[in-house]
């Protein structure tokens, strides 16, 4: 690498934890993010530690929502002496918000930044994609609100072409006022701009193109280099989100383990400072706390439930377990967050059945829910498959009202809430229905759903109860009605041989509308072809038993 120039270039952090990334924006909503495990505050010290390092002073580009639910973050970042700017509140890209709504996010975020740090916000960063020539308007509101300048601009192929001061540093003027632009780092002509500032870029491209391209910025260009990357590129073990393709996957976790090296030779070559101080202006300039004027969304609370009873009913939650030891974290952050919304109506118990994992799942129950008094751990010494774990786990429950929930929180746990009262005493099942007419399926992949439903079809030829559903371990049980049924299957096949031998004893069940999501963490255990073959041998048993023959 050529003797670079004593001058300062440009870094930027991006504070963002793995499930907020861009990529996960489909599968993983605002009002899932409190259920992941987080890892922010911690690769943010990570950061902060490689910078110190290297005494390198740098712009950090917080989330608000990270400010709001971990201010200490913030905290962290201000007292190492770099500068905090913000890139909004709920990771929006700008396209999906109206002149008002992308206001007040950036208001929002800036808030809560400042209330958490004390220090004054000058920057901003667009969450998600890049602004273009045509998204200037969003300047405009910017420098509205006293922001002194923006870093969302990312010359990519031919948005500026005939523009091509926009891949530099610039000041941005309208009605009076000036916001500067500090757009991150691009090569090529002005007709064909490839993105080159760092982050998935850095990791994707080879390690000599990285060299080479910021040596010839360095050594060409006047304007700084202004580079990038995510606090979570620092953590080659971040916990994998598999509801999403294979360039995503690609993306988000190709290369991490080579991020940090790379970062410690570019800040070992060169030299790195803020925007703020780039701009001469003063990140630690000290701000007044402002009230939070708009009320937080998605913290846990009891919400509304309209009790049928005058005291709490004890209910019991079976949930099978079967090497999901990378879903366990996500599922307690689950039931910490929804378990209180049945606490004015129920009065609940847990019971975790490990179905004899082969991976670390019984230590991990152990560890994250050992303790609680409410909760009871069942190791099976075979595995019986998901509806024999269903079944052992209602025959150790100590109340008539049981539920059953996947341990991969596909269908959200509140949704007992509605399938509860209708377990009537003449009724031994309650089952979630996302093929019902009111039900819904959020990304679940399209070969899943035509299989499920078509087996949905040939079961209501057979069955006496019509239903829309009949595939879903998500359900409500009259434990008296089911804790003596002997199942054939254990596994996935048992769980509608469970409703088809209720069935055939004449047993009402019943199903209630329901939101069924793709699986996010881990992978499922089903098996295509042996699911399928099963389905048919069963079908046919169930089939000779309703003509009045035998179900063995």
């Excluded at 047993?507 to 963490?521: K, N, Q, S, Y």
């Amino acid at each position: 690498m050529d003797e670079p120039k004593r001058r300062h270039h440009l870094m930027t952090v991006v504070v963002e934890d793995y499930y907020q990334h861009a990529g996960f924006t489909r599968v993983v909503q605002p009002d899932r993010w409190r259920r992941f495990e987080t890892r922010v505050e911690a690769n943010t010290r990570r950061a902060l530690d490689l910078l110190r390092e290297h005494g390198v002073q740098a712009t950090f580009f917080v989330l608000g929502w990270i400010a709001e639910q971990m201010p200490e973050v913030v905290r962290a970042i201000v007292a190492e002496g770099h500068e905090v700017a913000t890139k909004g509140h709920l990771h929006r890209p700008l396209q999906q918000m109206s002149r008002d709504e992308f206001r007040a996010d950036a208001l929002r975020s800036r808030r809560a930044i400042e209330n958490a740090g004390g220090v004054r916000v000058h920057g901003y960063r667009v969450a998600q994609g890049t602004f273009t020539p045509a998204d200037t308007w969003a300047l405009d509101v910017l420098a509205e609100e006293g922001f002194a300048y923006d870093s969302s601009f990312y010359p990519r192929l031919a948005n500026i072409a005939g523009q091509p001061w926009r891949r530099y540093i610039h000041t941005h003027r309208s009605a009076g006022r000036e916001i500067v632009e500090v757009p991150l780092a691009s090569i090529g002509l002005p007709w064909l701009s490839l993105p080159a500032a760092g982050g998935n870029y850095f990791r994707q491209m080879p390690d000599v193109v990285t060299r080479h391209v910021i040596a010839g910025w360095d050594h060409h260009q006047a304007s700084p280099f202004t580079t990038y990357f995510h606090v979570w590129e620092l953590d080659p073990d971040l916990p994998r989100i598999e509801a999403v393709g294979a360039f995503t996957r690609m993306r988000q976790y190709r290369n991490l383990d080579k991020m940090e090296g790379l970062l410690r030779e570019l800040m070992g070559t060169y030299r790195f400072t803020s925007i703020a101080r780039h701009l001469g202006l003063d990140p630690a300039l000290p701000v007044q706390p402002v009230p939070e004027a708009v009320p937080a969304p998605y913290r846990a609370g009891k919400g509304h439930v309209q009790c049928e009873h005058g005291e709490r009913r004890p209910f019991t939650i079976v949930i099978p377990a079967f090497n999901e030891e990378k879903a366990l974290p996500y599922l307690k952050n689950t039931l910490g967050e929804v378990l209180p919304a049945f606490d004015e109506c129920y009065d609940v118990r847990l019971v975790f059945v490990d179905d004899c994992s082969t991976d670390g799942t019984w230590a991990l129950l152990g560890e994250l829910f050992g303790s609680r008094p409410d909760t009871k751990l069942v190791k099976l010494p075979e595995n019986r498959g998901v509806a024999g774990a269903i079944l052992a786990g209602v025959r150790e429950a100590e109340t008539e009202l049981v539920g059953s929930i996947d341990c991969d929180c596909t269908y959200d746990p509140r949704q007992l809430l509605p399938m509860i009262p209708l377990l009537t005493d003449r009724v031994a099942m309650v089952t979630a229905s996302p093929y019902h007419p009111e039900g819904r399926v959020l990304n679940v992949p399209a070969w899943r759903l035509s299989l499920s439903k078509g087996l949905s079809f040939l079961y209501r030829r057979v069955l006496r109860n019509q239903l829309a559903t009949y595939t879903a371990c998500f359900r409500v049980y009259r434990r008296s009605a089911v804790k003596d049924v002997l199942l054939k299957n254990g596994g996935y096949l048992g769980v509608i041989e469970l409703l088809a031998r209720l069935d055939l004893k004449g047993e009402t069940v019943v199903e209630c509308p329901a939101v069924l999501e793709v699986r996010l963490m881990g992978h499922s255990k089903m098996k295509l072809a042996r699911t399928v073959w099963g389905h048919a041998k069963l079908l046919a048993r169930v089939a000779v038993a309703e003509a009045g023959g035998p179900m063995p």
